[in-house]
C-alpha cells in the first residue's frame, strides 16, 4: 500500500458523458501527478500539481482538466468522453516536486461505452 | 523529443539471473526510475539513477551510464512472483518538476 488513495476504483459510462476522478496523496506530499495508462499507449503523463498549483503539463486533452486543492487532494475531470479514453487512470504523489521517487495510487479503471 | 526503448518481452526461469536493458533519447535528463507493475496493479517503485553507476537493492540492481543513454535492471535469484512489467522511465525537466516519460515495459515471464 503506497498511501495514495483513488476513487472510484471502476467507472463505467456512456461516450459524450463528463466523470470525475479523485485522488488523495500520500501524507505530506505536496506533488500530484496524473497518468493515463492505455494498452496501446502504455503509461502517459497527464499534468502536475504542486502545492495547489499547475507545475507541469504533458499530453492532456483540452477535454481534460485537472485541479489540486488546499488539502492537497485532486481531480481529475474528464469531458466529452469517447470511446478511446477507456484507460486506467494513475495519481502519483512525491513529497516536493522534484522529490526522486513518485508513489502511484491503484488507479482507476474507466470504460467507457 | 524522447524515445524510450525496451525488450517487449523476456523469459528467464526461477532462481536465474536476468538483465532488462533501457535506451533513451530525451532532453533534459533529470534521473532515471525502474518501476514494476503486475497487470491491473499500480506501478511500484524499485529503483532511481541520477548519477553513472550501479545501485543495489536487495536482489535488484539498477545501472545508469548517461553518456549511452542506458540503464539495465538487473533481477537476481529470479521468483515466480518476480513475473510482471518492469517499466522505465525518465525524468525530464527542471529540479522542481517531476515529469515522467515512461517506456512501453517489458513483461518479464519467470518459468520453474
Known amino acids: 500500500d503506497s498511501g495514495v488513495t483513488q476513487t472510484p476504483k471502476h467507472l463505467i459510462t456512456a461516450t459524450g458523458q463528463r466523470v470525475t476522478l479523485r485522488c488523495s496523496p500520500r501524507?505530506?506530499?505536496?506533488?500530484v501527478y496524473w497518468y493515463q495508462q492505455s494498452l496501446d499507449q502504455g503509461l502517459q503523463f497527464l499534468i502536475q500539481y504542486y502545492n495547489g498549483e499547475e507545475r507541469a503539463k504533458g499530453n492532456i486533452l483540452e477535454r481534460f482538466s485537472a485541479q489540486q486543492f488546499p488539502d492537497l487532494h485532486s481531480e481529475l475531470n474528464l469531458s466529452s468522453l469517447e470511446l478511446g479514453d477507456s484507460a486506467l487512470y494513475f495519481c502519483?504523489?512525491?513529497?516536493?516536486?522534484?522529490?526522486?521517487?513518485?508513489?502511484f495510487g491503484p488507479g482507476t479503471r474507466l470504460l467507457v461505452l | 523529443g524522447q524515445n524510450i526503448d525496451q525488450p517487449t518481452e523476456m523469459t528467464a526461469t526461477e532462481g536465474a539471473i536476468v538483465q532488462i536493458n533501457c535506451t533513451y533519447q530525451?532532453?533534459?535528463?533529470?534521473?532515471l526510475f525502474w518501476y514494476q507493475q503486475h497487470a491491473g496493479e499500480a506501478p511500484t517503485f524499485l529503483s532511481y539513477?541520477?548519477?553513472?553507476g550501479l545501485e543495489e537493492k536487495g536482489r535488484f540492481s539498477s545501472f545508469l551510464s548517461r553518456s549511452k543513454g542506458y540503464s539495465y535492471l538487473l533481477l537476481k535469484e529470479l521468483q515466480m512472483k518476480d513475473s510482471a512489467s518492469y517499466l522505465c522511465a525518465v525524468r525530464r525537466g527542471s529540479s522542481n518538476t517531476g515529469k515522467l516519460i515512461f517506456g512501453q515495459g517489458t513483461t518479464l515471464q519467470v518459468k520453474p
Open positions: 539513477n541520477v548519477l553513472d
Open positions: 501524507s505530506g506530499d505536496l506533488s
Open positions: 530525451t532532453s533534459g535528463f533529470n534521473g
Open positions: 502519483a504523489s512525491s513529497r516536493q516536486g522534484w522529490e526522486e521517487t513518485q508513489y
